[in-house]
């Protein structure tokens, strides 16, 4: 019988060319491949070496000549597209098959851009994932490889790999959740849904973004509150006494991404526009989505959601006696000045996993 714990998993992604040799070891299973520097056969051969085939049937799931719309198998076209990739534990808690989904969730939290997998190698061999976004066009946004050559990945890796089960769905996982593990599963699938609005914005509903955005902080931070009265305000105390240390002008900045949500689920912004265009009568009425706002409330969410994994997780170890919930946690916090320097602590733990860089917003 193979070793679970020796399971491992490629994931190839397109980009710029990067400088570095034929690979790049990070630590005990993890590594991250040139891949320019392969030619296709070279790389089957070795990665059917780290990552042993599970039986003769799959060996045609490799190399094809011609994309014949088969998942499995690439074509030496297609690889050449390829810009880098990465070698790493397959772990995931109870996965059926391997861990693909659960993994790219954790990298996309740990990624300020959402990364689009030109395929991944298992012991089935190698398989294409269609994401509606083609990873070729999102060139440049795929340039990440650097923030995954540290010992800092690899304990971000580790430390948040219990909580990938929220990245996917899994029916018997599911069935033995609670009402915690719906909250934390509903944040994190609207929080991958998110990649639909990257570099892509329309001018007459862009603020739909912000509304989704407010609604994966509304299930963290006021979801099954028992009144609905001072919603705004309570979520603005709680987030920030979660990352305010991180990002000091957290509540100010959600309350505006609050307002724009309000505009456009209430109405007002459509009529604003009508009429702006009434006066105009032009397509320069129609206003202009601020992608810098929305980016920065886009990782607002991303450090939002991981902190509250992460706590979630200490629960989880009894590192919080009397509570059961995150949210609890945080409400209690607001005025528990013992109590949120514990919070702050480990949520420190986990953000500074991150590169510096992405806190300058």
């Not at 599963?185 to 929080?191: E, I």
């Amino acid at each position: 019988m193979r070793n679970k714990r020796a399971k491992k998993i490629f994931i190839a992604f397109a980009g710029p060319k990067i400088k570095q040799q034929k690979t790049f070891h990070i630590e005990s299973g993890f590594e991250c491949w040139n891949l320019d520097k392969f030619s296709l056969d070279e790389f089957v051969k070795k990665i059917k070496g780290v990552i042993s085939p599970v039986n003769k049937n799959v060996l045609r799931n490799y190399k094809k000549d011609a994309d014949d719309g088969d998942l499995f198998g690439i074509t030496e076209a297609q690889f050449k597209k390829c810009s880098w990739g990465l070698l790493l534990p397959d772990e995931v808690p109870a996965a059926l098959v391997n861990g693909y989904s659960e993994i790219i969730f954790l990298l996309n939290l740990y990624s300020p851009n959402f990364l689009y997998p030109v395929f991944h190698a298992t012991d089935f061999g190698i398989m294409r994932f269609k994401h509606g976004k083609d990873p070729f066009i999102y060139f440049h946004g795929q340039n990440q490889s650097r923030i995954f050559k540290g010992k800092k990945f690899v304990g971000f890796f580790k430390k948040l790999l219990p909580q990938s089960v929220y990245g996917t769905w899994q029916r018997d996982r599911c069935e033995n959740w609670n009402k915690e593990d719906w909250r934390l599963f509903v944040a994190s699938l609207l929080f991958s849904e998110l990649k639909d609005y990257e570099n892509s914005k329309e001018s007459i509903t862009w603020q739909r973004e912000a509304a989704d955005m407010m609604t994966i902080l509304e299930s963290l931070f006021t979801a099954d509150d028992n009144t609905t009265e001072e919603i705004g305000y309570r979520l603005r105390k709680r987030i920030a006494t979660l990352i305010s240390f991180r990002s000091p002008d957290i509540e100010k900045d959600v309350k505006k991404l609050y307002r724009e949500r309000s505009k456009f689920v209430h109405g007002s912004f459509f009529a604003e526009v009508g009429k702006e265009a009434k006066k105009n009568d032009s397509v320069s009425a129609l206003p202009l989505p601020d992608f810098h706002f929305l980016y920065k409330h886009k990782e607002y969410v991303r450090f939002a959601l991981l902190a509250y994994l992460n706590l979630a997780l200490a629960i989880k170890s009894r590192k919080f006696k009397g509570f059961q919930r995150t949210i609890d946690i945080l409400e209690a916090a607001v005025i528990d000045l013992k109590l949120r320097k514990k919070v702050i602590f480990l949520t420190k733990e986990v953000l500074n996993f991150l590169p510096e860089s992405q806190f300058k917003l």
